[in-house]
């Protein structure tokens, strides 16, 4: 079999691919206290997003909403006001509870 230049573009696209691939990934590590982020791309870094202490237990929530919004950011997602639809992430209150 005969490798043609159409053969050695697909591979070609095929690698380009998978490095974009890379460059999005993430990990998330829950932790004791909040989460941790590693980005695994071709500058790999590290963010803690940390459980604040609240009086009302809201602590974990508000930490898992902020990692929410990191990763929704992190993939290009952002509030525009020119957006017919936007992403929101937030803490609803049980009115059942109150």
Not at 7 to 17: F, G, H, P, T, W
Not at 27 to 50: C, M, R
Not at 68 to 91: D, M, P, Q, R, T
């Amino acid at each position: 079999m005969e490798i043609t230049d159409d053969d050695k573009l697909l591979k070609r696209i095929e690698e380009l691919v998978d490095t974009k691939k890379e460059e999005w990934a993430c990990k998330i590590i829950k932790a004791d206290n909040g989460f941790i982020i590693e980005y695994l791309g071709s500058e790999p870094s590290t963010e803690v997003i940390t459980e604040e202490d609240t009086f009302d237990d809201k602590g974990e929530l508000e930490a898992m909403q902020k990692l929410l919004c990191v990763i929704k950011e992190h993939f290009g997602i952002h509030y525009s006001k020119y957006n017919k639809f936007n992403l929101e992430i937030g803490i609803k209150e049980n009115e059942e509870l109150e």
